[in-house]
């Protein structure tokens, strides 16, 4: 294993989650008076935290939006996870390859940690991810693309950055993973490969990922 510390995105790269909250956040947006595809959301949304919203909605349209959007959009979201949520195809087998090998491992999430944790329970994944495994931009001053929550994270796993891989699939996150000087693999099962350039690999099956750090 050549890194100390791996690093995971949540949303959709443990859960299957973008599909179900980027349908969601687009069509809130678009209820609001701010028409938005969900390949809109997809392209300006995914895997940011909430401030982004609210920042690229201020900054196109010079209007706010409603002081109770993150908890409305959050309880539409929450509701679709217990209905529809399932974990990524071949997460499970890759955190039992990680355990079985005694090679640490954590998340490092945009979301907050009520989201993470409801989507946990929801798919099982939560016997993998104790408190102290879970890391959230609600940790940090700023989210994704900036690269403090992946800091974050690795201080609080005690392993230095640069021995460190992030596991993601949003060109946020990969452009946050750059900035903080760890290598990224860029998991293309949603996002085109182009939009993942900056990453060190790219991968579309979870079952190629214990391959590639070896």
Known sequence: MR???VIFDNDGVLVDSEPISNTILAGYLTELGHPTTYEDSLRDYMGA???RVHDLILERTGQRLPEDFDSAFHSRVFAAFERDL???A???EVLEKL????VPYCLASSGSHERIRVGHRRTGLDRWF??????SSEDVGRGKPAPDLFLHAAERMGVAPEKCVVVEDSPLGVRAAVAAGMDVYGFTAMTPAERLSGATELFGDMGELPD???
């Open 3 to 5: 890194y100390e510390l």
């Open 130 to 135: 104790d408190d102290e495994r879970i890391f």
């Open 86 to 88: 399932e974990p990524v």
């Open 99 to 102: 355990v079985a090998g005694g």
């Open 49 to 51: 935290a909430m401030h």
């Open 212 to 214: 590639l750090w070896v």
């Open 90 to 92: 071949g997460a499970s």
